[in-house]
């Protein structure tokens, strides 16, 4: 009996370690984040060594993704609220070809690169290990939104199935200003 | 006392739980069509709990409408697909509503036999394209391949 209790308790616990952190820990945090080089749409290389020494801000998407596509304006305002400050945006797309990329970014108007993961490789790399198992890697992690540090570090890391849809990408410019305001201390 | 604290437990993880890919589900059983008539032929899709899919008609074009493609014949022809009212879904923390479907729904097929066609069993291959989301994230679009078997009768009397 006393045994029995022993492991419904570590039961319990375990389930209760494992809901507590799918539900507050992004993912990756403090990890180096991947290397790539990518077309743009306006046709030039895009490489994230290239933005060292910039805060980076990546937003996976796809132009059929709704809540992708509901966040775009508020991503466009960021780049431009934030650009000044010493911020990069940018969008990586998913699997779509350039001329629907483009198509989508001229309805948004958006002024940022928009660089093209055509075979998903890029985003597959930037999969969680363990979260979303039954997902081919390289669909995990549209819609989420990044931020790297000058070092390339991820310091935050939306990934959409374990935080709440934040349109108005909230958290992400709450953030962004944590960070800016640490690295403009003397 | 444990047993409500293991069911408050087992809700939050399931709120983790990993997305299965098979969100969409089709049931079509075998419909008796007579030749030379209309006929209805009744597909049965099944969204799993918690998703929607985007309706046969969108309100946005970027968006990937739910459709389903037939191969037919020059004996056994479609009509017209009636796809179901769509519901409105409301993206969190926006204004936008999509045009969804979830639950259980039908879309009704009007199956046309050539009055030339042959009695007997036939069986046509079909696909249902869509593209699932639930509140919090979207999946890549993707297909159910199924069959709609029939069976043809010569013209009722």
Redesign the interface.
């Given at each position: 009996m006393k045994a029995n209790s022993r492991s419904?308790i570590l039961?319990?616990a375990f389930?209760?370690s494992?809901?507590?952190y799918?539900?507050s820990e992004q993912p990756m945090l403090g990890q180096i984040a991947p290397s790539f080089k990518l077309p743009g749409i306006d046709g030039k290389m895009y490489s994230l060594q290239q933005f060292r020494g910039k805060y980076v801000v990546i937003h996976f998407a796809?132009?059929?993704?709704?809540?992708c596509?509901?966040e775009a304006p508020y991503l466009e305002q960021l780049h431009k609220d934030y650009l000044q400050k010493g911020v990069q945006v940018f969008i990586i797309d998913v699997?779509e070809s350039k001329e629907l990329v483009t198509k989508?970014s001229q309805?948004f108007n958006f002024t940022f690169p928009i660089l093209l993961d055509e075979d998903g490789a890029i985003s597959a790399s930037y999969a969680p290990e363990g979260v979303?198992?039954?997902?081919?890697r390289d669909?995990v992690p549209?819609?989420s939104n990044l931020i790297l540090d000058k070092e390339g570090n991820i310091r935050f890391y939306s990934l959409?199935?374990?935080?709440?849809?934040?349109?108005?990408l909230t958290k992400i410019k709450q953030r962004l200003d944590e960070l800016l305001s640490v690295s403009e201390k003397p | 006392m444990?047993g409500r604290?293991?069911i408050a437990?087992?809700y939050?993880?399931g709120?983790?739980m990993?997305?299965?890919?098979d969100i969409v589900t089709v049931h079509v059983s075998e419909s008796i069509v007579y030749a030379g008539e209309s006929n209805r032929v009744e597909i049965g899709v099944n969204v799993k709990e918690g998703y929607h899919i985007q309706a046969n008609s969108v309100n946005?074009e970027?968006?990937?409408p739910t459709s389903l493609e037939i191969e037919t014949n020059e004996f056994l022809t479609i009509s017209k697909k009636e796809f179901p009212l769509s519901k409105q879904f409301k993206?969190?923390?926006?204004d936008?509503f999509?045009n969804v479907y979830d639950g259980k729904f039908l879309v009704k097929l009007f199956l046309d036999p050539d009055k030339n066609a042959k009695e007997g069993k036939y069986v046509l291959a079909a696909r249902l394209h869509y593209?699932a989301?639930d509140?919090?994230?979207?999946?890549?679009?993707r297909t159910v391949d199924f069959s709609i078997p029939i069976e043809v009768k010569a013209k009722k009397q």
């Open positions: 419904m039961l319990v389930f209760a494992y809901a507590l799918a539900q796809a132009t059929w993704c709704p809540f596509n509901a699997k989508l309805k979303l198992p039954d997902l081919p669909e549209l819609a959409l199935n374990t935080t709440n849809f934040d349109a108005k | 444990i604290l293991l437990l087992v939050l993880y709120g983790n990993p997305l299965s890919v946005d970027s968006l990937i993206l969190e923390g926006t936008s999509l593209q989301c509140s919090k994230s979207c999946l890549f679009p």
